[in-house]
């Protein structure tokens, strides 16, 4: 691939503004809703457009706002102020049990829009529901688990993550202008 834009080494860094981790190669905020995701407006190959979005791994004090992956005790903490709420990501072996945390959070006080979508995002980077929990409106069991340290090891590849340009199977041009704010699995 040849003018690939941006390219540095953004594992483990996160945006300033909203504490999303950055795509993997660009400093591009993964968070949609964020100035700094700056969603593209110009054409590129499909190799430049799965370049500058790779997707981050998950890794120990990600964040999604104020959600953060504790990725030792595989749970994700909300850090507001002095105190801080507890999803035990562990519990999640199905999409019932997935769903009962949402709503419990739901409840919340200070479970503003804002905190709800951050949590939905974690979620879908974590889990990758619709591949893994909820395909079809089926209810598929995993071992949370095991699964979620597969995927923090990297050793668990699901839709949800990074295609390698070895696999992508098509040689088109993609027009963003087209579609300006389509994750990258949707061109697969
Ligand atoms: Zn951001």
């Known amino acids: 691939m040849n003018n690939l834009p941006e390219t540095r080494s953004n594992v483990n860094s996160e945006c300033g503004l909203c504490h999303y981790a950055f795509y993997l190669n660009t400093g591009r905020c993964t968070?949609?809703?964020?100035?700094?995701?700056?969603?593209?407006?110009?054409?590129?190959?499909?190799?430049?457009?799965?370049?500058?979005?790779?997707?981050?791994?998950?890794?120990?004090?990600?964040?999604?706002?104020?959600?953060?992956?504790?990725?030792e005790r595989l749970c994700l903490v909300f850090e507001?102020?002095?105190?801080t709420y507890e999803v035990d990501i562990e519990r999640i072996n199905n999409s019932a049990q997935m769903l009962?945390?949402?709503?419990?959070?739901?409840?919340?006080?200070?479970a503003s829009p804002t905190v709800l979508c951050d949590l939905l995002n974690s979620l879908?980077?974590?889990f990758n529901p619709q591949a893994n929990?909820?395909?079809?409106?089926?209810?598929?069991?995993?071992?949370?688990?095991e699964f979620l340290k597969a995927k923090i090891a990297g050793t668990q590849v699901d839709d949800n993550d990074p295609v390698p340009i070895s696999k992508v199977r098509f040689g088109f041009d993609v027009d963003l202008e087209d579609s300006p704010d389509k994750p990258p699995e949707t061109l697969q």
């Open 124 to 126: 879908h980077d974590l």
């Open 80 to 83: 507001q102020d002095r105190w």
């Open 31 to 71: 968070n949609y809703f964020c100035p700094n995701h700056e969603a593209e407006q110009h054409t590129r190959t499909l190799g430049q457009f799965i370049h500058v979005y790779a997707k981050p791994p998950l890794f120990h004090d990600r964040r999604w706002g104020n959600w953060r992956l504790d990725a």
């Open 100 to 110: 009962d945390w949402i709503y419990q959070v739901k409840q919340k006080g200070w």
């Open 133 to 145: 929990l909820c395909s079809y409106g089926g209810d598929k069991k995993i071992n949370a688990t």
